[in-house]
């Protein structure tokens, strides 16, 4: 059996797996050396410590994104619909082997079922939240069992991210609802609901000007967060910026992502048919997660297909860290202890790797 092979280090000395994959601990952290020496810009003030890997018994799709979910289980959304639509799924894991014990939902337009399956989130008792593309939220216990559907309406749009919010009594959907006629010409993206009653509340944060004046809307996708004060940290694709959001007051921040590497995408000319805009999409620099890991904030961005990711990581003030960290791979998820989990697509395989973002002595600055 296959299992996660977790890293023992000076930031984890007490860390211990029995099972291991077929790579060495010496490959880990040689790869993870060279890694840091060349990450080219900016002063690096963090760095990626590899603690470990596991092999999911998975034997097709893909993995979109992984969360971590009750008894030492990660929960993997596999959105893989361009496929074929039914092969959308969320799978259970057992963390420590990588052996799959059930999927939780469907793909279908029933109720209790989803239509491209958007994201998922999970609360402190394990009970599971689907959002889907069409607006539809669904509830599940921890074993799987449908509790309630919910579709989101009055105001309706589409949902992109899920964030539960327990300790303040709030549910979070980042979704574009329009400002005027058309979603192009602006929408507020985030939306507030009473939890668990699930009350429309307020919706918040304007579409950033610049997204407006080049007609980005074909290439928007939304994500979403949580840090422990309840302050939302959102990221909207073709934007190199991130927005911190008070849902006290709604007020809202940005911070630049300033590596000069990240080129913005060109203006969309009007009435660009949906073939140039996926061609548009695959050639991007596009923003792809943003993961809060206190006391850092993680933000991964996709290069142009097939040219990999990079990491952009700020403090909770805002304050960007590192401009251009070289990715492993996809950051797809995170555990409770602040573990960034990355999956490497174009290795063909279903192997998470697991890593610590920690602070870099000065002296050592890339």
């Known amino acids: 059996m296959i299992g996660r092979n977790q890293l023992a280090s000076k930031e984890h000395p007490t860390v211990r797996r029995t ?53 030492g289980t990660l929960l993997v959304r596999d959105y893989s619909w361009r496929t074929h639509e039914s092969h959308q799924r969320l799978e259970v894991y057992e963390e420590a082997s990588g052996k799959q014990l059930r999927t939780i939902g469907r793909a279908g337009r029933q109720p209790g079922r989803f239509v491209r399956l958007k994201d998922v989130w999970v609360t402190h008792d394990g009970a599971v939240w689907i959002a889907d ?42 979704g574009c609802l329009p400002l005027k006629t058309y979603l192009n010409e602006g929408c507020s993206l985030v939306h507030r609901y009473s939890y668990p009653e699930l009350s429309y509340q307020q919706s918040f944060l304007a ?102 990711y990079s990491l952009a990581i700020f403090d909770l003030e805002g304050n960007e860290l590192s401009q251009h960290l070289k990715s492993p791979g996809r950051l797809v998820g995170k555990t409770r202890q602040g573990e960034l989990i990355f999956h490497q697509s174009e290795a063909k395989n279903f192997v998470l790797q697991f890593f610590k973002l920690a602070k870099r002595p000065a002296t050592s600055d890339g």
């Open 133 to 174: 593309l069409i607006g539809r939220l669904l509830h599940f216990s921890p074993s799987g069992e449908l509790r309630h559907t919910r579709l989101i309406e009055n105001p309706g749009y589409r949902v992109k991210a899920i964030v539960v919010d327990e300790k303040h009594g709030a549910l979070y959907l980042a």
């Open 19 to 71: 099972s291991r994959l077929p790579i060495t601990n010496s490959l880990y952290a040689l790869a993870f050396l060279v890694l840091a020496l060349t990450s080219p810009l900016g002063a690096v003030a963090v760095k990626l410590n590899p603690v470990g890997s596991v092999k999911l018994a998975k034997e097709a799709g893909q993995i979109d994104s992984v969360v971590e979910g009750q008894a």
């Open 207 to 308: 579409t950033d000007p610049l997204a407006i004046e080049r007609r980005y809307h074909p290439l928007e996708d939304f994500d979403l967060d949580l840090d422990s004060s309840g302050k939302l940290w959102f990221i909207d694709r073709p934007i190199f910026k991130l927005f911190r959001v008070d849902p006290e007051n709604g007020a809202s921040v940005s911070f630049p992502l300033t590596s000069p590497r990240f080129k913005k995408p060109a203006a969309i000319p009007p009435r660009t048919p949906s073939t140039e805009n996926e061609r548009r999409r695959r050639e991007s620099y596009l923003i792809d997660r943003v993961l809060v890991v206190e006391p850092w904030v993680a933000v991964s961005v996709r290069h142009p297909e097939g040219h990999g």
